[in-house]
């Protein structure tokens, strides 16, 4: 077979392709192995001035060219740094000493559709040298090619000579041109790289990478780095390993700047070290190498409070010793995928008793080939009918295309402070995925048996339902008691999107207070168990005493956003709400209820006002209920003086009138929060605020009382 390569990508090699269609008519365009292109020594060179794209790239320490002895070759080797669609500007080149030691010199190519510009760096006086200088610049060109040049190339570089002025050193630009998206375009994007991670979580790799691959067809633009970098996992995760080295090669080509590019180089190295095996024995598991990760972040925050009234002087509220980690370690096999993970702390409390928090504790393990996962420990879980955090198991079964079958069971942690599994309560669930349905639907639903010291807790069937697309999104939530027979919640939120990036939000919001179950008869009693109570009360006054103390709370919401030009935008929101009150009973008094309250708020929006990308936010709210009216006026920003460096200054000021009396209070809180990023792991972070509150009683008499507050402290990422 005779060939002409190498091409950087398939268009550029199918541009070659027409020129050469009419004096070679079977003339096709394939991708070659790795293991071709480095032996690649056999040239045949016809005698044409001009350039071959990129060059005649040779890696072999010997020259094999049919036996014959090497020809001096002194001079005309090179490193081809990279490659681009855009012009070369000294300015994106990074001044490194490596390359000022050599000629730096730019060479154009020109097809039919479009130009290629090259950045080479010249000249070795043999290979070996070439390929030395290349594996040192590595991690700034990671692309970067030992290539072997015409002569003519090295007379004409003299007259393409260009001088580095110094670009960042991580990773030189590829020349991707990025267009502005429309307002409909972005907002496609959006969605279908939302529906892609859903799909992705959900193994259904195949639909993530139809939409992934939908979103790159689009011109290059902010997304599209986002959206290869998840085209590789996807294909990975589908097992198509070649089509995954491909998009991560491509990504590190022309986004090898940046976290994401460390990130995609790892998963390459992981794809290319695989161990090969003969294609009569390549079975699934010699599809993906083993990888085992430990990754997390510790904290420790230090936090304050102090205030000072003219009754009691000066009080100290609050002073601990905040610690917290977050472990994670995964192992990943081409069958199983499994992941532990801790995360919890310890506070200790300078003026009182300290105490250890685990918030979860669990192992999760997942089959790939059948799509079974299990998961283990203490664990947060809000969907199915779960309320948050729980002791226990988690058996989830998806091999059924668009179903997933969940079951739940174990204990309800109520709180992360627990040392021990508390028994007294239990919960059993089951709960069904089902979706995506017509691209945009997603549901879920279960029902779910609680238990307490023997009797009922809390027995409900429930559902959610969201739907997603490109002029919006739609969420609901129904969970029903069957066995107090009440809708213990109801919730609606709806997001549209409309012309010239105008949104318009609503949110609907009905639930018991707290949510209904037995557990809610303690409150107002002396016994602390519901074991304790049934021994002076029957079931059916102990659930009669738990309604008792059930409140309901409602909600209505709407609002929107309206850019006013390029640095403002405008938003608002309008909220209507009551909480019901309880009835007397079992030697608790009556609660009255707050009647309708309703709020008032409207937000002026900045960007890029006084410095680049600086945000300032400009609030009025008002309040009118029952008790009280209030007013509240405040000021936030945020300002990134340095690339690692940023601050949050805030003033709020707030006025009330009691409804009730003749008083008032009046309230000025500023504070500053800032945050520095040391070598990109170790964030140190501050913040502190005043409030200064004078009390005017029904007699006209000020009373004046003082508050500070100080967190501070470091979270590292390792």
């Known amino acids: 077979r005779l060939r002409l390569g190498f091409f950087p990508t398939k268009e550029a090699a199918a541009i070659k392709l027409k020129e050469l269609k009419e004096k070679y008519p079977d003339v096709i365009v394939i991708k070659v192995s790795k293991k071709e292109r480095e032996s690649a020594v056999d040239i045949i060179a016809p005698q044409k001035k001009g350039l071959s794209l990129p060059g005649r790239i040779i890696k072999s320490e010997k020259d094999r060219h049919r036996g014959k002895k090497p020809s001096d070759d002194k001079g005309l080797w090179t490193v081809t740094l990279y490659i681009s669609q855009r012009s ?92 502005k998206l429309t307002t409909k375009q972005e907002t496609e994007i959006k969605a279908r790289l939302k529906d892609a991670k859903k799909a992705m979580t959900r193994s259904r790799n195949k639909e993530a990478i139809r939409l992934l691959s939908k979103v790159l067809k689009i011109s290059e633009n902010k997304y599209s780095p986002e959206a290869l970098e998840l085209l590789g996992l996807a294909y990975e995760r589908d097992g198509k390993t070649e089509k995954a080295k491909e998009a991560y090669r491509e990504y590190i080509t022309f986004y090898p700047a940046g976290e994401g590019s460390r990130r995609v180089t790892q998963r390459l190295a992981g794809l290319s070290t695989a161990r090969e095996i003969p294609k009569k024995s390549f079975t699934r598991k010699s599809r993906s190498k083993n990888i085992r990760e430990l990754y997390g972040t510790l904290s420790q925050f230090y936090n304050r409070d102090a205030s000072y009234t003219d009754i009691d002087g000066s009080v100290l509220n609050r002073s601990s010793l905040s610690t917290d980690l977050d472990l994670s370690y995964r192992k990943r096999t081409a069958d199983y995928e ?30 790939r080939n ?44 109520e709180s992360s402070t627990l040392s021990s599994v508390n028994t007294d309560k239990s919960l059993l669930g089951v709960n069904l995925d089902l979706g995506t349905f017509w691209q945009r639907w997603d549901f879920n639903v279960y029902a779910i048996n609680q238990r307490v010291d023997g009797v009922t807790d809390r027995r409900a069937v429930g559902g959610e339902a969201r739907y997603n697309d490109s002029k919006g999104s739609y969420f609901s939530l129904v969970d029903y008691d069957i066995f107090f027979n009440r809708l213990n919640t109801f919730l609606f939120v709806a997001n549209w999107l409309l012309p010239k990036d105008r949104t318009i939000n609503l949110s609907m919001d009905y639930r018991q207070s707290p949510s209904l179950s037995t557990t809610n008869a303690l409150q107002g009693q002396t016994e602390t168990s519901v074991a304790d109570i049934l021994l002076s009360k029957s079931e059916d006054e102990v659930h009669s005493l738990a309604l008792d103390r059930t409140a309901s709370n409602w909600s209505v919401s709407i609002g929107g956003s309206q850019p006013i030009n390029t640095k403002f935008q405008l938003s608002g929101n309008v909220t209507v709400s009551e909480l019901t009150g309880t009835d007397a009973s079992g030697g608790v008094a009556a609660v009255q209820g707050t009647g309708l309250e309703y709020f008032y708020s409207i937000q ?73 990023s040391w070598r990109k792991s170790t964030h140190l972070e501050f913040e502190g605020g005043l409030e200064w509150i004078y009390d005017r009683t029904t007699g006209n008499q000020t009373e004046y009382s003082r508050d500070y507050f100080i967190v501070t402290g470091y979270r590292m990422d390792f």
């Open 370 to 413: 059948n799509n079974i996962s299990g998961r283990v420990g203490r664990q947060w879980y809000s969907t199915g009918g779960v309320l948050g955090r729980f002791d226990g198991a988690l058996l989830s079964l998806g091999n059924i295309p668009r179903i997933k079958i969940n079951i739940v069971a174990g204990f309800p942690a």
């Open 338 to 367: 499994t992941r532990a993970v801790f995360i919890g702390g310890y506070e200790h409390d300078f003026l009182g008793d300290s105490e250890g928090r685990i918030n979860r504790l669990y192992l999760d393990v997942l089959n």
């Open 88 to 179: 070369i500007k000294a300015k994106n080149i990074p001044n490194l000493d490596t390359l000022g030691d050599y000629r730096l010199y730019t060479v154009d190519y020109k097809g039919k559709d479009r130009r290629w510009h090259i950045l080479r760096m010249g000249f070795f006086s043999s290979q070996s040298d070439a390929m030395k200088a290349k594996n040192d610049l590595g991690i700034t060109f990671p692309e970067a090619m030992v290539t072997k040049i015409e002569a003519a190339e090295k007379l004409r570089s003299a007259k393409h000579v260009i001088v580095p002025t110094g670009a960042p050193t991580i990773g030189a630009p590829m020349g991707r041109v990025q267009i």
């Open 604 to 676: 002026l929006i900045a960007n890029n006002l006084l410095i680049k990308n600086d945000l300032i936010i400009a609030g009025l709210r008002y309040s009118d209920a029952d008790a009280s009216n209030s007013t509240s006026f405040s000021l936030n920003s945020r300002f990134r003086l340095k690339k690692d460096w940023r601050i949050n200054p805030r003033i709020q000021f707030d006025y009330s009138k009691n409804n009730k009396t003749s008083g008032s209070q009046f309230k000025i809180r500023p504070s500053l929060r800032t945050e520095y």
